[in-house]
C-alpha cells in the first residue's frame, strides 16, 4: 500500500489524450463546490435533495481517491467490504469491486487501495443513520426518494444525471484549453491514473492491478505523461 502514496503538489497539466481530465488546482475546486451543493440546499428542498447530494459527494470521492470505474463498479461497493491498513503513518482505504464475469458466469472481485485522504469522507457519511447501513450496499436509494417505496434500499445504478447538473452549476463541465472537452464522471478516473503517474507514486503495474486495466492500456493512455 506504501506505493499508493499521496501526490504532492504537481504544476499546471493539461492532458492532450482523448479524455477530458482535470488540473489538480481544479480538481480542489471541484472538491469545495461538492461541499457547498451538499450545504446549499434550502428548506423548501425536499429531503431527497441533501441525500442524493450526500451520496454523490462520497461517489466522487471515492472515485478521485481510487481511481474505481463509474456505473458497475461503483454501484457494486458494500460496506462490509471497507476497511483501514495503517501504513507509514496514514491509514490506506481498503475496498472490493465486482470487476467482471468470467466465462462461467461468476462475478470476479478485485481489491482496490484508495488514498488516506478517503477515510474522512467515510467516517464523516457513517454519521448520517438515516444514508448508512452496514449491511447493504454503499449507493443505496435513500428512504427519502421520489422514485417510490420500491426503490428504497435498492442499489443507485448511476450518478450521471446529477453529474452533469453538478458540474455545470459548478462551472467545470469544460476543459479551459482548447478543444475544451466536456467533462464526464469518468474524467475523474482518468485524474486519478493522471496523478499517480505524474508524481511517479506507484508503479505501473500496481497502478494497473489497482484500476483493473493493463499496463498497456495505461501506456497508451498516459504515454505523454512521462
Request: hydrophobic fraction near 35%.
Amino acid at each position: 500500500s506504501s506505493d499508493l502514496k499521496e501526490a504532492p503538489m504537481m504544476p499546471k497539466h493539461y492532458s492532450t489524450s482523448q479524455r477530458a481530465s482535470f488540473e489538480r488546482g481544479e480538481m480542489k475546486l471541484l472538491q469545495r463546490k461538492l461541499d457547498k451543493w451538499v450545504d446549499t440546499t434550502h428548506g423548501s428542498d425536499a429531503p431527497h435533495v441533501r441525500d442524493y447530494r450526500e451520496l454523490f459527494r462520497l461517489y466522487v470521492l471515492i472515485v478521485s481517491y481510487s481511481g474505481i470505474r463509474p456505473g458497475e463498479e461503483m454501484s457494486s461497493l458494500y460496506w462490509r467490504d471497507v476497511r483501514y491498513e495503517r501504513d507509514g503513518g496514514q491509514d490506506y482505504v481498503f475496498l472490493k469491486v465486482i470487476t467482471s464475469k468470467n466465462k462461467k458466469g461468476e462475478k470476479l472481485s478485485r481489491a482496490v487501495v484508495a488514498m488516506p485522504q478517503l477515510k474522512e469522507a467515510i467516517e464523516y457519511f457513517k454519521t448520517i443513520p438515516h444514508l448508512y447501513n452496514k449491511n447493504k450496499p454503499i449507493f443505496i436509494h435513500p428512504i427519502s426518494t421520489q422514485l417510490g417505496k420500491g426503490f428504497v434500499g435498492e442499489p443507485i445504478k448511476s450518478f450521471k444525471k446529477q453529474w452533469e447538473a453538478f458540474i455545470s452549476w459548478a462551472g467545470l463541465k469544460y476543459e479551459k484549453e482548447a478543444p475544451h472537452r466536456p467533462r464526464a464522471l469518468y474524467s475523474i478516473r482518468h485524474y486519478y491514473f493522471e496523478q499517480r503517474i505524474l508524481n511517479s507514486d506507484a508503479s505501473l503495474i500496481m497502478l494497473a492491478k489497482n484500476g483493473g486495466t493493463s499496463i498497456q492500456v495505461l501506456e497508451k493512455w498516459y504515454a505523454h505523461i512521462k
